[in-house]
């Protein structure tokens, strides 16, 4: 059971080597390890990370509401019925209250379930570590398990703790009429993210105005796409009939392919391990300067020394500890 | 009857109290008759049906020997999703929670022997509310009574589905194109039909408050009103025929100041947004069950004054129907019993409370007025909300709140703020949360469905589908099919065809899907 | 059993037909607030999609909501496919159940039951306990 039971580093390697013979409850094991964090994580790390390099992974973000989840479903139902394994990471944030969530992007993946598509749920907080860590590591398990291409689902560029370009080789943008528009897209500062659009809803009144305003945006902008020249594609979509899913697919894969002719894939690939090794760093100079804090008694009468030439005197602790 | 007319003291009473508008007089905020319950009290209508159709056919000539005079029938869960008993999914659930009709074989057995000229009988269906009014309009024909005389009502009211009790098949607008197919179809051939019951019933059941309750189920009557318009029909043409379900809940003055509010508000924009002149098109008529939600499992005996109250509201607030629950139905199906003290509760306020004789005796009282007025002021802040997401259109507001989950939202939003109150202490559920000594409900009596119901009705729709004449099926399903790809073509006919060549239920539905497609809810938890 | 302070992950459904989601969706929003991460499937769900599910989110629970009077149908068959898929995750069954079926629905593997209205402390305390985190917060 998850949250009880506690799992040793023999258990991990013979976790990974199920996960990878295709043993689907050992993949979950390895998720469950990877959102707990710890010296777990770093163990479900080394045993995943050499079996890894395989998967595109294809970030998918917009508005609440524009349709994500439907076009999740509907695209890797798509790809699992032309013979590849897609395996979905659906990232929705905690109440920050109380850490604990509801998590419904299953609510429309029947059809991805029912094709065998691997759909795994994260909550955005409780995760020791943080989302920045446990999004590459949920990836690395899910690529090493053999799926391909691994799709996750976010809520958006800066609403949670990872910004899903950092975990993308590929990323979707998708707006619609009304929610999450192109305006507002542009707000959001989803427009220079995006390799791909869709305008899903595409059979309501104001998609052509919604495609229309991102081809003007996109004219205007200084940032035409993330590759070099190339300008993002538009899609439209109607993702509860299945429309446009295809064209969608497409576009995918031929993103893949024009990543694949240059150094670009490897770019990025490699832009998204300094964004984890920044994460781990973060993390591990975050916990020890907790610990520096919480030993540290502050006398609140030493007026001479200003929270600056503290912190200052602090991190010169700090830095002997961490090499010495 | 005169000697009805006055108190137990033999003061004499006159018929209504008050300064105008009076009862019978525009807005009808304190009834739709004159003189109300003196000229004729409400139904006493008993929501009925469990197990095969034979077993409901018993359960129904026992309610009208017992003093009934409308049967409502309440069909299992298969059904209610359009699909037949012997679907995978219909595992457990074949005649739990209602009777299970898949072909009009079964619809013959659940009126055999009763008049269908001489009853009004309610059907509380929705998704393939079409096809379960071409087998009971084909069982009558079948049995020598004119589709003409037939009276009764069809739930038919798919637009709460998509808000609350999630009964749907299709997405929205085909499905709304088929309930204004049945408006059109008994608007010409039915004239003592009510096409829609427009319910609020289950928008309360789901969590909802009362001001939510009222201004959704309005809202959906304008949608449907605006459906039928832009389908050709005169207002005046259909409007009468609309009938609405409210619910009845503990908070006995706001339920009262509901069921006034809503005849007047509907009153009003039949008149002044719609144009309807029939003053039959402004009086907004319903049907009143108590809520099922307030019972408890707990001291199910405390349920049946729970009841009474509730149903007292109904009456006070006018209801032209009644359907009081069985003090049981927290725990399961009602018993014969149970169902039998439910009745008794309504003759009790129709026959010894005297509440009956002078129509809206409440009409006047400082609270009750304000109260109403309160509620309407509040329903009409969603109204406006709703024509403003829908552009000046209810209708299209409608299907904008239910595409984004707005309905279920506030729904969710309001029924957990009851469930917390409940928690907190803040809010007294007798027997619950507080005077909970001699909790035990394990004296209780309660009606089981047997697994062989399942397995008897799956037989019987094996020897049916075997022995009827698969080519004029499969020909009648081709005709559904070509109709509904054609949206100025009305649907019923060709039911009506497809089901006296006894195609199923389910086999109907699954044609139109082809057409219609599936509707799957967007998740607002 | 050790309490890692993790929280509990709990897989709420509806099998079959029943579009009753009044007391699924208010449950989902108690065990949010006691700190629980909810994978909510929502209505019209089947065996399969359940067990897939629970397998795919390493659930500690799942829970089932039925009205309709066909728990002793449907509450014993999740826990044999559960078993059949090597999955030890204890079932909750929520909805009108009555007292007489209880036995019968324990000799068959399921873990707990809980009644319509039950209040939000006996529906936390229930699913922690089944998932081996016994006491109070």
């Known amino acids: 059971m998850g949250p009880t039971e506690p799992a040793s580093l023999p258990v991990v390697a013979q976790l990974a080597e199920a996960s990878r013979l295709g043993d689907r409850s050992a993949t979950a094991r390895l998720l469950s390890l990877v959102e707990r964090g710890g010296d777990l994580a770093d163990e479900v790390a080394s045993a995943t990370h050499s079996h890894t390099g395989e998967a595109h992974v294809v970030g998918i973000t917009g508005a609440p509401g524009s349709g994500k989840s439907t076009i999740t479903n509907s695209l890797t139902t798509l790809l699992a019925e032309a013979g590849k394994r897609p395996a979905v990471l659906a990232v929705d944030p905690s109440s920050p209250l109380t850490g604990g969530a509801i998590l419904g992007d299953r609510v429309r993946m029947n059809d991805a379930s029912g094709v065998g598509v691997f759909i795994r749920s994260m909550a955005t907080r409780g995760h020791a570590g943080g989302l920045a860590l446990a999004v590459p590591g949920a990836i690395r398990v899910l690529d090493a398990a053999g799926f391909n291409p691994v799709v996750i689902e976010t809520v958006g560029v800066g609403q949670v703790e990872v910004d899903i370009t950092d975990a993308a080789d590929t990323t979707i943008v998708v707006v619609a009429p009304g929610w999450g528009d192109a305006v507002q897209a542009n707000k959001a500062g989803l427009l220079e993210v995006a390799d791909l659009f869709v305008v899903n809803k595409a059979d309501r009144p104001g998609a052509t105005d919604v495609s229309r305003d991102l081809e003007l945006m996109l004219d205007l902008s200084t940032v035409p796409g993330r590759v070099g020249t190339e300008r993002p594609s538009i899609t439209m979509t109607t993702a509860t009939e299945g429309e446009g899913i295809g064209e969608l697919a497409t576009a995918v894969a031929g993103h893949l392919e024009l990543l694949s002719q240059g150094v670009e894939l490897d770019r990025r690939r490699e832009t998204r391990r300094i964004a984890e090794v920044r994460a781990h760093l973060d993390y591990l100079l975050g916990g020890a300067a907790e610990e520096v804090l919480a030993t540290e008694r502050l006398e609140p009468v030493q007026a001479f020394e200003s929270p600056m030439m503290v912190a200052r005197r602090l991190a010169r602790r700090l830095a002997g500890q961490l090499l010495g | ?429 007798v027997g619950v949360n507080a005077f909970t000594e001699g909790n035990d409900s394990s004296g209780t009596e309660l009606l089981r469905v047997s697994q062989e119901t399942e397995d008897d009705q799956c037989a019987r729709l094996a020897t049916v589908r075997s022995e009827r004449d698969s080519e004029a099926v499969a020909g009648s399903l081709g005709r559904v099919v070509a109709d509904a790809t054609d949206p100025d073509v009305n649907l019923m006919p060709s039911l009506i065809a497809a089901v006296e060549a006894r195609t199923t239920v389910g086999e109907i539905v699954e044609a139109l899907e082809g057409v219609f497609g599936s509707y799957v809810e967007t998740a607002v938890v | 059993m050790v309490d890692t302070g993790l929280p509990i992950r709990i897989v709420l459904a509806k099998l079959g037909f029943d579009g009753h989601d009044r007391g699924l969706k208010v449950v989902a929003r108690m065990l949010r607030d006691a700190g629980m991460e909810v994978v909510y499937l929502g209505l019209r769900q089947t065996t399969d999609s359940v067990i897939k599910a629970v397998e795919q989110e390493d659930a500690d629970v799942v829970g089932i909501s039925m009205h309709n009077a066909g728990h002793l149908t449907l509450g014993p068959m999740i826990v044999a496919a559960l078993d059949e898929a090597g999955l030890d995750v204890p079932v909750v069954i929520g909805g009108i159940v009555p007292d007489v079926d209880l036995p019968d629905l324990e000799a068959a593997g399921v873990a707990a039951v809980l009644g319509p209205g039950a209040p939000v402390d006996e529906v936390v305390s229930t699913v922690r306990a089944v998932a081996g985190l016994d006491g109070p917060n």
């Not at chain 2, 457990?92 to 072909?103: F, L, N, P, Q, S």
């Not at chain 2, 709460?160 to 607008?173: G, L, V």
């Not at chain 2, 039928?228 to 009262?256: C, K, Q, T």
């Open chain 2, 1 to 429: 009857m005169d000697d009805s007319h006055s108190t137990l003291s033999g003061i004499p009473l006159l018929p209504v109290y008050g300064e105008g508008p009076l009862p019978g007089e525009y807005p009808y905020t304190r009834g739709v008759h004159a003189d109300m319950y003196r000229s004729r009290l409400w139904t006493m209508r008993m929501f009925a049906g469990f197990g095969t159709a034979t077993d409901t056919n018993g359960r129904f000539k026992e309610l009208l020997r017992s003093g009934s005079t409308g049967l409502s029938t309440a069909f299992d869960m298969p059904t209610l999703m359009g699909r037949d008993s012997d679907h995978p999914w219909s595992l457990g659930e074949v005649g739990r929670a209602g009777v299970a009709v898949d072909t009009v074989e079964d619809m013959a057995d659940l009126f055999s022997d009763i008049d269908l000229g001489g009853v009004s009988t309610s059907m509380t269906i929705n998704g393939p509310a079409a096809i379960l009014l071409a087998m009971y309009m084909v069982v009558a024909e079948q049995g020598g009574v004119d589709r003409s005389r037939l009276a009764g009502t069809l739930q038919n009211d798919i637009l709460k589905e998509y808000q609350a009790q999630k009964e749907y098949i299709f997405p929205p607008r085909p499905s709304v194109r088929l309930v204004t197919d049945v408006i059109r179809f008994t608007a010409a051939e039915m004239p003592r039909w009510n096409p829609v019951s427009v319910s609020g019933y289950h928008i309360r059941e789901a969590g909802s408050t009362a001001v939510q309750e009222l201004a959704f189920t309005l809202a959906n009557g304008f949608a449907y009103i605006e459906s039928a318009v832009a389908a050709g029909l005169n207002v005046d043409a259909f409007a009468p025929r609309l009938s609405f379900f409210f619910n009845s809940h503990v908070d006995f003055f706001e339920e009262i100041g509901k069921f006034r509010a809503a005849r007047r508000i509907w009153a009003r924009w039949l008149r002044d947004r719609y144009g309807a002149v029939d003053e039959r098109s402004l009086k907004l008529r319903f049907h009143t069950q108590t809520a099922g939600v307030s019972l408890t499992a707990q001291q199910p005996d405390t349920n049946i004054a729970r009841v009474a109250l509730q149903a007292l509201a109904g009456v006070l607030g006018g209801t032209q129907s009644l359907h009081t629950d069985s003090h049981d139905e927290a725990l399961a199906l009602p018993s014969e019993e149970a169902a039998r003290t439910a009745l008794r509760t309504q003759q009790v306020i129709a026959h010894e409370t005297g509440v009956t004789a002078v129509a809206d005796p409440l009409g006047g009282s400082a609270y009750v007025e304000w109260i109403t007025d309160e509620v309407e002021r509040r329903a009409e802040e969603v109204f406006s909300h709703l024509d403003e997401i829908g552009g000046g259109s209810i209708l299209e507001g409608v299907y904008e709140g239910i595409q984004s989950g707005w309905f279920m939202g506030e729904i969710a939003e309001s029924a957990y703020r009851f469930e917390r109150e409940v928690n907190s202490g803040e809010r007294i559920m």
